[in-house]
Each structure stands twice: as C-alpha cells, then as structure tokens.
C-alpha cells in the first residue's frame, strides 16, 4: 500500500511563488509515475503535471511557471509554483501510477492508482 501525503500549501500573493511536497511511504517516487492535479471548486480535476520515464510533462497552465522535481532519498516529489495566478487557486493532489500502461495519458485520473489528501493552495491579488 502506498500512501501520499502533501504539503507545502497556503495562502500567496498573485505573482508569488508556493513550493509543494508530496511524500511517499514506499519507494514511489523513483520507480514510478508520478503527478500533480488540482481541482478548483466546481470543476473537474485538472492535469498539471507528471513525471514518468525520466521526464516531466506538464500542462499548457503550468508550462514555464511550474516545475516537478523529486528526491528520491527522500522519496519525496515537488512542485515549485512561480508566478501565481488568480486562476491557480484550488486543492492540489498528488497522485501515484505504480505501473504505468504503454502511453496511457497521464492527465487521466482514473490512469493513477493512488492519492494523497490534497492541500490547499489559494491567491489573493
């Protein structure tokens, strides 16, 4: 069983910049695919980014603002937000594919096998 947990989120300033960790029970965080969502109120959850395979892949919304990364000492997956905008307030998730199937798309939810709890990221101007 592998569990998620995040943290890192609160309350910034539009144009300000917010770093998020999600860490993992199990070696997660280097075997496997790893990803970022988030889900505004009233809206479907949103793709923001992954890594699988060795490379990040990220969201036209986060291309060149955010930036996934990992420790894998740590087993621990960040994701450093800059530039925040009023439309990036939301719960952000951490999410787990332990095998990945061929090119399943990883901005599906139903692709991940596992979630972390979520933690709240809001932007006032």
């Known amino acids: 069983q592998v569990q998620l947990a995040e943290s890192g989120g609160g309350l910034v300033q539009a144009g300000g910049s917010l770093r998020l960790s999600c860490a993992a029970t199990a070696r997660t965080v280097n075997t496997n695919t790893m990803g970022w969502f988030r889900q505004a109120p009233g809206k479907e959850r949103e793709f923001v980014t992954a890594?699988?395979?060795?490379?990040?892949y990220y969201s036209d919304s986060a291309k060149g603002r955010f930036t996934i990364s990992r420790d894998n000492a740590k087993n621990t997956v960040y994701l450093q937000m800059n530039n925040l905008k009023p439309d990036d307030p939301a719960v952000y998730y951490c999410a787990a594919i332990l095998t990945r199937r061929g090119d399943c798309p990883l901005s599906r939810p139903n692709e991940y096998n596992y979630w972390g709890q979520g933690t709240q990221v809001t932007v006032y101007s």
């Open positions: 890594w699988s395979r060795g490379s990040p």
